[in-house]
Structures are given as C-alpha cells and as structure tokens.
C-alpha cells in the first residue's frame, strides 16, 4: 500500500486493524492511564484539528476544557488526593488512583442521538457501526449538539459545520488503528472489535477488584453510560470513580427518547426501537 | 415509508432508514497510501521511540511511533505525537537572522554571508585570545575566548564534529552542553 | 554520571527501559518517569501488571504517583537520608545478598587505618583541606596500597572530574572475606550509615517511619535473598531531581551502593536506569560536548600544575596498571589519529601537543561568569537556550549581553536568540537594546527527520534515524553547518605559520560530501566510521575496540563506540530487528553492543545463574565461553574459576568473579577510594540553600566540598535565612521540553500546558492568602518571577524536626517566547557546583512567596525582602 523505507510497516500487530467489516471501537481503561495527552495531540495531528487555544485554566492540568469541534479526544483530570481530613495518602490501590485521568472521546452509541437527530442525513453509521459526521453534507443546524447526551459534537467557528470523533474512518477503511489508540503509550486506549473489547473490559474489572479495587466497573454498557436507549456505547470505559466523578452521565439517555415517553405507550416505543434495531443490524 | 413518517416524527428516522453515504465519505481513505515511509527516532526525550515519518512530494503528511521498535512499540508521548507539529512549525525559523551590535531589530541575511561572517568572527576573537602556553609556559593551544553549548539534542556525528573542530581544531575549550543543566 | 561511574565503572545506565518490565519492584525516585518518559514508564506498567511493586519517592504528587502502589512525600533534598537508612537498615537486619557482595563488591578489602569517617569529624572525612574546599584523598586508599599522585589531587584541578578511570591498584589488596575486620569496608560503610535511622528519616525527610519501612521491606522482599531466595529483583529509575544538588553524585553513589548490596546490579530486571532528558544526552557524554572529557571518557589533558605535557605524562597520570582501562593508549592514540590524521605521528607522539588543555573548571556555570568577564567574547548556543534553561538566568541574559557575537541555531526564536529586545529586564526598560553590543545570528537547524545521523538514548542505546526530506529554507543540520565552517576557517588561516594557524591546518577535516558538492551535506556513515575507528592502510572499520592500536595504525573518534560499524557500510545503530528480549537487533548499545552492564553478576562466582527466573549471561564449561540472551560484560573465554598471575596487567589482573571490568580490581565498590571528591562514602548535606538545618552534622550545614560563586549577581540564601522560608523545586511537564525551544512554540502542545504556573499547597495558599488561580510573586536574591498558582493537594507541607515545612513546584519550561508562556523559574535560582558532576541545585533551594503580581509587590515587598531584581 505504502513504500516503505527502512523496515517500516504502516500497520503492525498492535490492536488488531480492521481487516474485516464488524463493530469497533475503543476500551478506555483509565486505570492504566496516565494523564499524558498523547491521544490528544495524535488525534489532532491525523485529523489536521487546530489548537483550541483557551488558556491556562487553573484547572488540574487540563488546559483543553472539554470535547469539542477541534479536541476530539480530551482527557480529564481530577485530583481526589486527600481525605476529608485533608490527609494525603501514601499506599494507594493499585494502578491510577488518586488523580483520575480519563481520556474521553465520542461514544459512537449504539443508537446514536445526534444521528437521529440529523435532519440532513449528515450523520451516518459506518460499516465499522461508528458514527461519522460527513462533513460535505452537514449544514451546521446544529440539532446534534443537544441530542447527544455526552455533549460530543460542537459546531466549528470556522467552517459552521458539526465535528467530533470519526472513529478515524480514513485509516480503518485501509486497515490502521485509530491514532489516539496506536499513539497510547500505556494501552489505555485499546481498539478492537467491540465483543472482544467487552470481554477484555469485563476480565479487567473483575481483575481490578481481585486486586482491591472495590470501585472498579464498566461505563458504557446498557446498565451504565449506554443507558436510556443508546444501547451500550462503542467507545466504553474501565473507571475506579463514580461516573460523575469524570463528569460522565451515569444513566444517560436519548433525548428523543424523554420526549417519547410522554406521548406514546411504552409498547409502542418499543415497537418503534425494535425496528430501529433491526435496521441498526443491517449491517452484520 | 409509513415508519419513516413515524420515525421522522418521532426523531428517529435514521437506523431505519440508513442515511445515504456522500461521495467524500465513499472515497474516505487515508492519506498514508502512495506515501514513502522513512524510519527516524523521536526528537524530544532520550527514550528513544522510534518513528515513521511519511511523507509526499518531499512534504511530511504524518509522523507516528514505529510498530516493530522494541521500546515504543508503535506508540509515542504527545510530544513525539506533535513531531510532524514541529517540523511544520508555523513559527519555525527558515531564514537567517541577523541583529547588528546595539541595533534594535533583526535584519535578513543570506546564509551564506553569515557563514562567512562567523567564520570571520572565529578567527578574530581566536587569534586575539589564543594561547599556546600557559604562564607557566606548558603548551596549551587554547583559547577561552569562544564558547559552545549544545549537544544534547543534535546527533552523535555533529557532537563528534563539534569537539572536532572546536577542541582539536580551534582549540576551544569550553565546550559544554545540557548534561550539567 | 560519576555516582555511578566511581562505584561501577561507568556513569551510564546499568539497565534497559525494557528490563524493568522483568521487576518486581521499582523505586522511582529523584524522576517523574510517567510524566517525562512516558514511553518508557510503559515497562513499569507491564511489570505492575505482572504484579510488581511500585514505589514513588517525590516531594510532589505527580502523574507517577498516581500509577505507584506507594508515594512517599520526601523534603526535595533529603533524598540522602532516605536511602542512607535504606542501606542501614539492609545492613541492620542481615538483608544483603552475602555472596554477591564477599565476591563482586569491595566489601571485604582493608582500608587505610589512617582513614577517617565523617562520624568521627563531625561531618568531615579525613584528608579534607579548608581553605580550598577540597579533599586530598591519600587516606582513603587500599590499605598498603601505594597511592599513585593522580592529577586529580592537584588543587588547582578541583573542578575536573575523573569519573571514568577510577582506581590505582599496585597489589592485591588485603581482604577479610568473614567482613568483620573493624577497617574493612564493609564494617566502615556500617558505622558510616549506623546513625540513618528510620527516626531521622522522618524527622529531616518528614516521612514518616512506618512508610518508610514498608519502602524497606519492599525492596529488601524482592532483592538478593528474599523469601523466594534469589529469585527476585528491584530496580531503581532517576532522573536529573538526583543529579542536581550539591551532593547529587553521592545521591546516585548512594543508589549503586545500596543496589550493589542487595545484588541488584548486571540482574535483570534489576539495576539503576538514568532517565536522561534529552535525545542523545547520553551520547553527547560518550561523544562528548563536554569541556573535561574527550570521547570515550578520556580526561581532557590538563595543564595545572605540572600538566601532562607529553602523551607520556598523560598516560602516566591516567592509565591503571589494572583493569579494562589498561588498554588507554590504543583509544588515545587512534582518537589522536582520527583528529588529526596524517599529523599525527609516531616522531610527534601523534600530535598530542596540538589538542588543548585545560586548566580551571569550563563547565556551563563558570562560562557564564566568563562572558561577564568579558574573557569569553563569542558564542555558540546549538539548540541549548540558556536564558532560560540556566541558572540564575538574570544573569546568564547579562552575560549574553556582554558577548561580542552569539550564534544561535535553533529551529524557534528561542529566548537566547531574543534576549537583546525581549527579555523582561528590556520590556521594564532597565535595559536597552542599543546598550547590547552582542551580534547576535540566528540560523535555522534542521530537525532529526530532515537529516541522517545516530542518537544514543537513555539505556545507551545508539539508533540511527533517516532523512525523510529536505529540511526548510536555509534550515541546515549542525553537521553541514560545522563541515562548512571549519572548511571556511582552514581557508582563512591557509599558510598562517603561527601555533593556532597550524593547529587548524593540522586537522582532518576533508569528509565527502552527500552530493559531491563543497557546499553539500557531509557524510555522515563516513563520520560514524571515523567514530567506529579504522585500519589507517586501507580505510576499512575496525570490529571492536580490541583491534584499536596505539602505534598510529588505527584511527578511531570514540572507542566505546566501536563496533557500532563492523564492516563497511555495515551500520548496526541502522540495524531494526526487535525481539522480545534483549533486541540485541535493534540498534547498537555501547560498549560491544551489551545491554545489561556488568551481566557476568547475573551469574554466581561459579558462572550459573543465581535463578533460573533471572538468567541472562552464564558460563558454558563445556564450550568454554560465557553465553547468555546478551552479550557478555566480560572477557568472553576467561573461567569463572581464573585467578591473576602475580604482575598481571590489565583485564588479566581480575578474577573470574569480577564482574565490574572497568574498576582497577573488577569489583563493585561500596568504598570509593577515588574518583570522588567529597568523600568515598555518600554523606547527607543539606541542599546550599536550606530552612533547615543539618540533623547529622550540625557542624557541616552543606556540602563541604560543593563548589560556589559568590557575586553581587548571585547572592545566596544563609541557612534558615527567615526570608526565604520555603523550599522550591523545578521540573517538566509531559507536555513541554526543557526549555521549551520544541515544545513552547508548537500549537498542540502549547494549548495543553498554555502558560507557566506554580504549584502550591492548600495550606501554604492559606497562609499566604491565595487562591487557585490566582497571582503570586516569588523572590530569591537572584530574581523575582509572577506566576499563577495551583492550589493543589499534590503539594503538602512536612514535618521536618517538628516545624511544618512548605515546598513549591515551578516548572522551568517557560520563558517569554514562543506560544506558551510564563515567567523563567530559572531566574530565582543560583550558580552552584556539585564537586564531582559540576551539576547545578535547581531541585532544593529557598525562596519567598507573596500574594499579587510582581509590579504591585515589589514596591511594598521588594526592600522588606532584600530581594534584587538584578
């Protein structure tokens, strides 16, 4: 595909490339992570995204504030150092405790609010079942922002047009891993097929509270974080904390699906989402 | 398309009804294809991840962590992930800069008279404050009148060069770089 | 890094990055490895993953505590003390590895009784001279030993380390195995630390006791003879919070000799990995940059004293009867051979005469005081910027302002390039720039993509990284700039008969150029093979540095790095075949392309592994040959069993079980008896500056032998001075580089770490009445800075000796160019010397905090405080 010079490949053994079509996505494991925000400056340099220039923010070391039109990746930090006593501690659990580091990214839900949202059919759910916002059809209506209940997509002061992550669709379509995740120095960031990252995120946590970390759980599932309608997250995460704590909705849910409940039975509703999962399938 | 009536009414028309994928979205493929891939090493830290930067039409498109390196394993900090940032560097200097004694601004020069000035510059300050022996006459071919810092960032052959020229050559000696900062 | 060189030979890295995956504790001290190396610190979490312990020892609650079982909140500073009564207490509770140590480490040999500990001076050892601040060091010898007159004891040599060749020894030297012997080094090292207790631990680290123990028990658990036997390692990573303080050599030392006795060192998995913070700061010390050093770690010759006039006087000063370092002549001479080409000759001892020689310390903090003196007229800064990155920056900007030209090259408008009409002191008007005499050229560098050439990382590895494109406009690489200017210099001096007219003419100077033009790009495999060393008849490289000669036949730049190209055209720093183990493929590691150092103690004396879980270079009996996943630290055929003939010289004067081939007796020393300057043993000093006072030796506050410049420019703090009641630290973030010249300036990282800020405790906010976010104005004598705080728990204050003690952190990253800006920390801070490294203390000094911003405090605050802007 590429010349290469110097015994480099393009694509190697790290994160299974997509080699075949099926859901993928990501498994933020934010115990391994270590806040150093290589996700942040890959995804920028692949994706082209300019900096977003807030300023010194006071605030931990996160200076880019939140997701956004230009920050597809963002990585939280919170900083839970002393007890309430305002004693610090010395023995800590094993792996990030203490200061919480989280990098966050687009869910790509399983039923995707700004998609549904989208009345120009700007959105669209790849044959990887990530959502991409096609930029050479959105017109910047902005219908998605409220839609999604992770306040993901952000409209651009430079072209007015909707953003956020694509899942790096150009480099799955040739087979490479997104960059946040070939760029993660801890494997924080693991991408895959959805079923064996679930697997993966489901050992790790029992692993976890093997090890003592009582607080240990998935967030992205359809109890948690993938709640509400969206049917589990293609983006999910390993967190120690409380959603909250990464201010994360611990039940999110689509917003079309609040403004259902109050005029259709639940019955019908379900009707209507069991045909959208049908077609959500349509791909398999 | 009742349901999509339904649907659209209710906000979900979309899952039963895909959306149709544009022609950028078809076409979307990464910009590594027909790329060269050269193999280099991180500029930044002494960790030492190794790099692939892709390039096309003599312009770098990207730079990523080399999957085979045993240390980086593909993977690099957001400093080695900025490096292609700092190649392209909108404020990177690409012209030479000249500030006369007591001017208060620069001026452009060509490089190759710059090279010629300092060249000029060497040879005055060294032949004005060379010694060739100590006061206790013990040959020393020195001078203490020119300095260099630097070195830690640049590569093996040009800090070879550098005690080269400088020490054996020129009789430099302080010759120092960032190992005691 | 002579902490480690003098007590195993050589300054580098024992170990790999890779290694640590192998641990089963790690002790990450004086480093924030998570933030600094965060590639590297993937090891770490595969060897917590597979269940190892990890320990962080920092003042501050950084992003590496984060991922650590345990973080140990320290007093920056007392690091000394630490692990002082770390090796207390190993020797205290029976916990070192007793056969490693009898065998491979100097613990049995006698030492002079004449020798003299800082227990019995009152913080002195014996030998020290008052006036010159310094230590003559005939008491510290082998007992019976002749003590060879070293130039090093020279006093007007002070400042010159000789860290590399360590160790004169005349006889075999008197030994007690049983370590019982009352002036053995053993029982000296004992008595040395008996007074590092845990108690003093927490009354001058602010630990407390019981955190310290566990740290203890930790290591102790997984080293030497644990409770699985032998099959357990610790590793220890540092970084430059060890190497700058005025007793940071002996903090290091201190590490090799606790590690030594719990017989970690040449282990997998075990060891002391340098974090080194730059691309090749490892190897522009093996290639050096640097003013006392040729390559390979030769002394630079000096001409104090009686000098070493002649290469003869230069070999008898340096060169050891014993050792690896024997073998001297053959690397002087072909290096000679390499500079100087076909000057350099038999009749003229290879134009010895003609390589300059040094007499007075050169290092970076006298330079500067030599540009203000004005004896130091001209300047050339290649990606180092020292307005910002040095010391007592005030007046390092000054000192530039004094300089009659300055070169910069840089790929930014770095500080140093912009300090005539840009730095603070121009913007107040205490300074114009039409008082700035200083030609100043700024030149484009190119970047390590947009050139060929080699970088030796962290672990000493040597990588090769290839030209991918051109670099911008007139960028250049420092190679072409060099190339051309020394071909420019030889024509302006062309038939110039006077000494530096022939000096110039003399040198080797003629490489082919990339594209066979004179204005072109030199060869840089041509500059590697001259560095690998080759056979002056035919031009061919040379294999190794076994076949470097000292008759003129061979040249060679740099012999530690031979064999880096075997064969012509052969480039193994090209060579990109990992593996899961050593990589040996990968790469090029000096020397002779070993990655674990000292690996013969692997094995036990007899040659077989100490464990099987921990193999790594054994002894094939039935092949003869030690073997292994590496390649051998040692003589490859000598047995494990082989015992020197009486007279025998160089590596033939060790036993088969000395592992440390570099060292005059192949052994480890727990007992420097040379190759430092203050003193054989690690000794706590409290930082130069320091609210506190020394619990050890009241007498002996500082460092004895620390070297210091006392200046109206650059006044220092007393100990306790009620002015400056806190201690401050420096350090990076994950998101910029040191000074900044490749980070401040690039749009993706200067939003991530957008402006420069202190950190400081909740409590100190509240006593300072300051909340997140908002100003505050630092002072020492030396500077005076504004910058935002950061109210964070991260920071707490300590109990030292009963007081509460505050510590602020200020990254030194920023400056007043570039994207991302902020006050230059490097302003507060002060010019002072490390006796051995000549390494600065930006990691403990004091300063004072107020609450606002420098304009509306100084007028109040600045004549209360005594402090100085300039």
Same mark, same amino acid.
């Given at each position: 595909?590429?010349?290469?010079?110097?015994?480099?490949?393009?694509?190697?053994?790290?994160?299974?490339?997509?080699?075949?079509?099926?859901?993928?996505?990501?498994?933020?494991?934010?115990?391994?992570?270590?806040?150093?925000?290589?996700?942040?400056?890959?995804?920028?340099?692949?994706?082209?995204?300019?900096?977003?220039?807030?300023?010194?923010?006071?605030?931990?070391?996160?200076?880019?504030?939140?997701?956004?039109?230009?920050?597809?990746?963002?990585?939280?930090?919170?900083?839970?150092?002393?007890?309430?006593?305002?004693?610090?501690?010395?023995?800590?659990?094993?792996?990030?405790?203490?200061?919480?580091?989280?990098? +966050?990214?687009?869910?790509?839900?399983?039923?995707?609010? /700004?998609?549904? !949202? %989208? $009345? &120009?059919?700007? *959105?669209?759910?790849?044959?990887?079942?990530?959502?991409?916002?096609?930029?050479?059809?959105?017109?910047?209506?902005?219908?998605?922002?409220?839609?999604?209940?992770?306040?993901?997509?952000?409209?651009?002061?430079?072209?007015?047009?909707?953003?956020?992550?694509?899942?790096?669709? +150009?480099?799955?379509?040739?087979?490479?891993?997104?960059? /946040?995740?070939? !760029? %993660? $120095? &801890?494997?924080? *960031?693991?991408?895959?097929?959805?079923?064996?990252?679930?697997?993966?995120?489901?050992?790790?946590?029992?692993?976890?509270?093997?090890?003592?970390?009582?607080?240990?759980?998935?967030?992205?599932?359809?109890?948690?974080?993938?709640?509400?309608?969206?049917?589990?997250?293609?983006?999910?995460?390993?967190?120690?904390?409380?959603?909250?704590?990464?201010?994360?909705?611990?039940?999110?849910?689509?917003?079309?699906?609040?403004?259902?409940?109050?005029?259709?039975?639940?019955?019908?509703?379900?009707?209507?989402?069991?045909?959208?999962?049908?077609?959500?399938?349509?791909?398999? | 398309?009742?349901?999509?009536?339904?649907?659209?009414?209710?906000?979900?028309?979309?899952?039963?009804?895909?959306?149709?994928?544009?022609?950028?979205?078809?076409?979307?493929?990464?910009?590594?294809?027909?790329?060269?891939?050269?193999?280099?090493?991180?500029?930044?830290?002494?960790?030492?991840?190794?790099?692939?930067?892709?390039?096309?039409?003599?312009?770098?498109?990207?730079?990523?962590?080399?999957?085979?390196?045993?240390?980086?394993?593909?993977?690099?900090?957001?400093?080695?992930?900025?490096?292609?940032?700092?190649?392209?560097?909108?404020?990177?200097?690409?012209?030479?800069?000249?500030?006369?004694?007591?001017?208060?601004?620069?001026?452009?020069?060509?490089?190759?008279?710059?090279?010629?000035?300092?060249?000029?510059?060497?040879?005055?300050?060294?032949?004005?404050?060379?010694?060739?022996?100590?006061?206790?006459?013990?040959?020393?071919?020195?001078?203490?009148?020119?300095?260099?810092?630097?070195?830690?960032?640049?590569?093996?052959?040009?800090?070879?060069?550098?005690?080269?020229?400088?020490?054996?050559?020129?009789?430099?000696?302080?010759?120092?770089?960032?190992?005691?900062? | 890094?002579?902490?480690?060189?003098?007590?195993?030979?050589?300054?580098?890295?024992?170990?790999?990055?890779?290694?640590?995956?192998?641990?089963?504790?790690?002790?990450?001290?004086?480093?924030?490895?998570?933030?600094?190396?965060?590639?590297?610190?993937?090891?770490?979490?595969?060897?917590?993953?597979?269940?190892?312990?990890?320990?962080?020892?920092?003042?501050?609650?950084?992003?590496?505590?984060?991922?650590?079982?345990?973080?140990?909140?320290?007093?920056?500073?007392?690091?000394?003390?630490?692990?002082?009564?770390?090796?207390?207490?190993?020797?205290?509770?029976?916990?070192?590895?007793?056969?490693?140590?009898?065998?491979?480490?100097?613990?049995?040999?006698?030492?002079?009784?004449?020798?003299?500990?800082?227990?019995?001076?009152?913080?002195?050892?014996?030998?020290?001279?008052?006036?010159?601040?310094?230590?003559?060091?005939?008491?510290?010898?082998?007992?019976?030993?002749?003590?060879?007159?070293?130039?090093?004891?020279?006093?007007?040599?002070?400042?010159?380390?000789?860290?590399?060749?360590?160790?004169?020894?005349?006889?075999?030297?008197?030994?007690?195995?049983?370590?019982?012997?009352?002036?053995?080094?053993?029982?000296?090292?004992?008595?040395?630390?008996?007074?590092?207790?845990?108690?003093?631990?927490?009354?001058?680290?602010?630990?407390?006791?019981?955190?310290?123990?566990?740290?203890?028990?930790?290591?102790?658990?997984?080293?030497?003879?644990?409770?699985?036997?032998?099959?357990?390692?610790?590793?220890?990573?540092?970084?430059?919070?060890?190497?700058?303080?005025?007793?940071?050599?002996?903090?290091?030392?201190?590490?090799?000799?606790?590690?030594?006795?719990?017989?970690?060192?040449?282990?997998?998995?075990?060891?002391?990995?340098?974090?080194?913070?730059?691309?090749?700061?490892?190897?522009?010390?093996?290639?050096?940059?640097?003013?006392?050093?040729?390559?390979?770690?030769?002394?630079?010759?000096?001409?104090?004293?009686?000098?070493?006039?002649?290469?003869?006087?230069?070999?008898?000063?340096?060169?050891?009867?014993?050792?690896?370092?024997?073998?001297?002549?053959?690397?002087?001479?072909?290096?000679?051979?390499?500079?100087?080409?076909?000057?350099?000759?038999?009749?003229?001892?290879?134009?010895?005469?003609?390589?300059?020689?040094?007499?007075?310390?050169?290092?970076?903090?006298?330079?500067?005081?030599?540009?203000?003196?004005?004896?130091?007229?001209?300047?050339?800064?290649?990606?180092?910027?020292?307005?910002?990155?040095?010391?007592?920056?005030?007046?390092?900007?000054?000192?530039?302002?004094?300089?009659?030209?300055?070169?910069?090259?840089?790929?930014?408008?770095?500080?140093?390039?912009?300090?005539?009409?840009?730095?603070?002191?121009?913007?107040?008007?205490?300074?114009?720039?039409?008082?700035?005499?200083?030609?100043?050229?700024?030149?484009?560098?190119?970047?390590?993509?947009?050139?060929?050439?080699?970088?030796?990382?962290?672990?000493?590895?040597?990588?090769?990284?290839?030209?991918?494109?051109?670099?911008?406009?007139?960028?250049?690489?420092?190679?072409?700039?060099?190339?051309?200017?020394?071909?420019?210099?030889?024509?302006?001096?062309?038939?110039?008969?006077?000494?530096?007219?022939?000096?110039?003419?003399?040198?080797?100077?003629?490489?082919?150029?990339?594209?066979?033009?004179?204005?072109?790009?030199?060869?840089?495999?041509?500059?590697?093979?001259?560095?690998?060393?080759?056979?002056?008849?035919?031009?061919?490289?040379?294999?190794?540095?076994?076949?470097?000669?000292?008759?003129?036949?061979?040249?060679?730049?740099?012999?530690?790095?031979?064999?880096?190209?075997?064969?012509?055209?052969?480039?193994?720093?090209?060579?990109?075949?990992?593996?899961?183990?050593?990589?040996?493929?990968?790469?090029?590691?000096?020397?002779?392309?070993?990655?674990?150092?000292?690996?013969?103690?692997?094995?036990?004396?007899?040659?077989?592994?100490?464990?099987?879980?921990?193999?790594?270079?054994?002894?094939?009996?039935?092949?003869?040959?030690?073997?292994?996943?590496?390649?051998?630290?040692?003589?490859?055929?000598?047995?494990?069993?082989?015992?020197?003939?009486?007279?025998?010289?160089?590596?033939?004067?060790?036993?088969?079980?000395?592992?440390?081939?570099?060292?005059?007796?192949?052994?480890?020393?727990?007992?420097?008896?040379?190759?430092?300057?203050?003193?054989?043993?690690?000794?706590?000093?409290?930082?130069?500056?320091?609210?506190?006072?020394?619990?050890?030796?009241?007498?002996?506050?500082?460092?004895?032998?620390?070297?210091?410049?006392?200046?109206?420019?650059?006044?220092?703090?007393?100990?306790?001075?009620?002015?400056?009641?806190?201690?401050?630290?420096?350090?990076?973030?994950?998101?910029?580089?040191?000074?900044?010249?490749?980070?401040?300036?690039?749009?993706?990282?200067?939003?991530?770490?957008?402006?420069?800020?202190?950190?400081?405790?909740?409590?100190?906010?509240?006593?300072?009445?300051?909340?997140?976010?908002?100003?505050?104005?630092?002072?020492?004598?030396?500077?005076?800075?504004?910058?935002?705080?950061?109210?964070?728990?991260?920071?707490?204050?300590?109990?030292?000796?009963?007081?509460?003690?505050?510590?602020?952190?200020?990254?030194?990253?920023?400056?007043?160019?570039?994207?991302?800006?902020?006050?230059?920390?490097?302003?507060?801070?002060?010019?002072?010397?490390?006796?051995?490294?000549?390494?600065?203390?930006?990691?403990?000094?004091?300063?004072?905090?107020?609450?606002?911003?420098?304009?509306?405090?100084?007028?109040?605050?600045?004549?209360?405080?005594?402090?100085?802007?300039?």
């Amino acid at each position: 595909m590429t010349a290469t010079r110097g015994g480099a490949s393009p694509a190697g053994p790290k994160g299974q490339p997509a080699q075949r079509p099926g859901a993928l996505g990501f498994l933020t494991d934010t115990t391994l992570c270590i806040g150093c925000k290589a996700c942040e400056v890959a995804c920028k340099q692949w994706n082209g995204l300019p900096m977003d220039n807030i300023g010194w923010t006071g605030n931990s070391y996160d200076n880019t504030g939140d997701l956004g039109a230009t920050t597809w990746r963002h990585v939280t930090f919170v900083e839970r150092i002393a007890d309430q006593a305002g004693r610090r501690p010395a023995t800590l659990q094993p792996f990030q405790s203490n200061w919480l580091m989280m990098s +966050d990214i687009c869910k790509h839900c399983a039923h995707a609010g /700004c998609m549904e !949202a %989208c $009345p &120009t059919g700007a *959105i669209v759910r790849t044959e990887f079942e990530s959502v991409v916002i096609q930029q050479d059809v959105c017109n910047g209506c902005g219908y998605c922002l409220p839609a999604c209940p992770f306040g993901v997509p952000e409209i651009s002061d430079t072209d007015g047009k909707a953003h956020k992550c694509t899942l790096c669709y +150009d480099r799955l379509t040739d087979g490479l891993e997104p960059a /946040c995740a070939k !760029a %993660c $120095p &801890t494997d924080s *960031i693991q991408f895959g097929r959805i079923d064996d990252l679930g697997e993966r995120a489901t050992e790790r946590v029992a692993s976890l509270r093997e090890r003592g970390v009582e607080g240990a759980h998935v967030y992205g599932d359809q109890d948690v974080g993938g709640s509400g309608g969206i049917g589990g997250l293609n983006a999910f995460f390993v967190l120690t904390a409380p959603p909250e704590v990464y201010n994360l909705p611990r039940r999110p849910e689509l917003p079309q699906r609040k403004s259902v409940r109050g005029y259709l039975a639940t019955a019908g509703a379900a009707v209507i989402f069991g045909a959208a999962a049908f077609f959500s399938l349509r791909e398999r | 398309m009742g349901l999509g009536k339904l649907g659209k009414l209710l906000g979900t028309h979309v899952g039963m009804v895909p959306n149709p994928v544009s022609q950028r979205t078809r076409e979307a493929r990464s910009r590594l294809r027909g790329a060269s891939a050269t193999v280099s090493v991180c500029p930044y830290c002494a960790v030492g991840c190794s790099q692939v930067v892709y390039t096309k039409d003599e312009r770098v498109i990207d730079v990523e962590g080399n999957y085979e390196s045993p240390i980086n394993g593909g993977t690099l900090c957001p400093k080695g992930a900025a490096t292609a940032g700092l190649m392209g560097s909108p404020l990177r200097v690409t012209t030479v800069k000249y500030r006369a004694p007591h001017s208060d601004h620069w001026e452009d020069r060509t490089l190759d008279w710059a090279m010629g000035r300092i060249a000029q510059l060497v040879k005055e300050t060294r032949d004005v404050t060379y010694e060739a022996r100590n006061q206790q006459s013990v040959p020393v071919n020195r001078t203490l009148g020119i300095g260099h810092l630097g070195g830690a960032t640049l590569d093996n052959e040009e800090n070879y060069l550098i005690k080269k020229l400088f020490s054996a050559g020129l009789g430099i000696v302080a010759v120092e770089n960032q190992a005691r900062i | 890094m002579p902490g480690l060189g003098a007590r195993l030979g050589r300054g580098a890295a024992t170990t790999t990055q890779q290694s640590l995956a192998e641990s089963d504790c790690i002790v990450i001290m004086g480093a924030n490895m998570a933030e600094n190396h965060p590639v590297g610190f993937r090891f770490v979490m595969k060897a917590r993953e597979r269940g190892a312990r990890v320990i962080h020892v920092d003042p501050r609650f950084s992003r590496t505590s984060a991922l650590c079982d345990v973080h140990v909140p320290l007093r920056a500073g007392s690091d000394l003390v630490f692990l002082g009564a770390l090796v207390n207490h190993v020797i205290q509770h029976q916990k070192y590895f007793r056969e490693y140590v009898v065998h491979y480490t100097n613990a049995s040999v006698i030492i002079n009784p004449e020798f003299k500990d800082t227990e019995d001076l009152e913080g002195l050892f014996s030998g020290y001279n008052a006036a010159e601040r310094r230590y003559d060091p005939d008491t510290w010898q082998y007992a019976g030993q002749q003590t060879k007159p070293a130039p090093e004891e020279d006093p007007a040599q002070s400042a010159e380390p000789r860290p590399q060749v360590v160790g004169q020894i005349s006889d075999p030297p008197q030994t007690d195995p049983s370590l019982e012997d009352p002036h053995c080094v053993f029982q000296l090292v004992k008595r040395h630390f008996a007074r590092y207790t845990p108690e003093l631990v927490e009354r001058a680290c602010g630990v407390p006791r019981t955190l310290f123990l566990e740290v203890a028990e930790a290591i102790t658990r997984n080293s030497g003879i644990g409770p699985d036997g032998v099959d357990r390692t610790t590793a220890f990573c540092y970084a430059v919070a060890w190497t700058q303080h005025t007793i940071g050599t002996q903090i290091i030392s201190c590490c090799a000799l606790l590690q030594l006795l719990l017989g970690n060192i040449g282990r997998p998995g075990g060891g002391i990995l340098a974090l080194r913070g730059h691309s090749t700061i490892q190897g522009s010390t093996d290639i050096p940059t640097l003013y006392n050093l040729l390559p390979g770690y030769l002394p630079m010759p000096s001409s104090a004293g009686e000098g070493d006039r002649s290469l003869e006087d230069y070999l008898r000063h340096y060169r050891p009867e014993t050792g690896a370092w024997h073998a001297m002549p053959n690397y002087v001479v072909s290096l000679l051979k390499a500079w100087y080409g076909t000057a350099a000759t038999p009749a003229n001892e290879f134009a010895y005469h003609l390589v300059p020689k040094i007499e007075d310390d050169y290092s970076f903090q006298p330079m500067l005081l030599m540009m203000r003196q004005g004896i130091m007229k001209g300047l050339f800064c290649m990606g180092q910027n020292p307005a910002v990155g040095g010391q007592n920056t005030v007046l390092a900007r000054r000192a530039l302002a004094t300089l009659d030209w300055l070169v910069v090259r840089d790929v930014h408008e770095v500080e140093t390039a912009a300090f005539w009409y840009d730095a603070p002191e121009v913007r107040d008007g205490e300074v114009r720039p039409q008082d700035i005499k200083t030609e100043v050229f700024l030149l484009p560098a190119a970047i390590a993509a947009e050139k060929e050439g080699s970088y030796t990382n962290t672990q000493r590895l040597v990588q090769w990284h290839d030209k991918a494109v051109e670099p911008p406009g007139d960028a250049r690489s420092e190679a072409w700039f060099l190339y051309q200017l020394g071909k420019r210099l030889k024509e302006l001096y062309a038939g110039d008969d006077s000494p530096q007219g022939r000096q110039i003419a003399a040198l080797a100077w003629d490489y082919p150029t990339l594209d066979g033009s004179s204005s072109g790009d030199p060869d840089l495999q041509e500059v590697l093979k001259e560095i690998n060393g080759y056979t002056v008849a035919d031009g061919q490289p040379v294999r190794d540095f076994t076949a470097l000669r000292d008759d003129g036949t061979t040249a060679g730049g740099c012999w530690i790095y031979s064999g880096i190209m075997p064969q012509a055209g052969r480039n193994l720093a090209r060579s990109r075949k990992g593996d899961g183990r050593a990589s040996l493929e990968w790469g090029f590691s000096w020397p002779a392309n070993r990655r674990l150092l000292y690996n013969r103690a692997s094995a036990d004396p007899q040659g077989n592994p100490w464990s099987e879980r921990k193999k790594w270079v054994w002894w094939d009996a039935q092949e003869g040959r030690w073997t292994g996943y590496d390649v051998p630290d040692f003589p490859l055929t000598k047995p494990p069993g082989y015992r020197p003939a009486p007279g025998a010289k160089g590596l033939d004067a060790h036993a088969g079980d000395s592992p440390f081939v570099n060292m005059a007796d192949g052994k480890g020393w727990l007992f420097a008896a040379s190759g430092l300057r203050d003193g054989p043993l690690p000794t706590h000093y409290e930082p130069f500056e320091t609210p506190v006072h020394n619990l050890l030796y009241p007498q002996q506050p500082r460092n004895p032998a620390a070297r210091h410049f006392p200046r109206p420019d650059n006044r220092y703090h007393e100990v306790g001075d009620a002015r400056f009641p806190y201690v401050i630290t420096t350090y990076r973030l994950t998101e910029h580089h040191t000074a900044g010249g490749m980070s401040r300036w690039v749009p993706w990282l200067a939003e991530l770490q957008p402006e420069g800020f202190v950190e400081i405790s909740p409590e100190l906010a509240a006593i300072a009445g300051v909340d997140n976010g908002g100003w505050v104005t630092l002072s020492t004598l030396r500077g005076e800075v504004e910058a935002r705080a950061m109210v964070t728990e991260r920071l707490q204050p300590l109990t030292i000796d009963g007081q509460a003690l505050h510590q602020i952190g200020m990254p030194w990253h920023f400056g007043f160019g570039g994207l991302a800006r902020g006050a230059i920390a490097n302003d507060l801070s002060l010019l002072v010397e490390d006796p051995n490294s000549l390494i600065h203390e930006a990691k403990s000094f004091t300063c004072n905090l107020r609450p606002g911003r420098l304009v509306q405090t100084r007028a109040q605050a600045g004549a209360q405080t005594g402090a100085l802007r300039r």
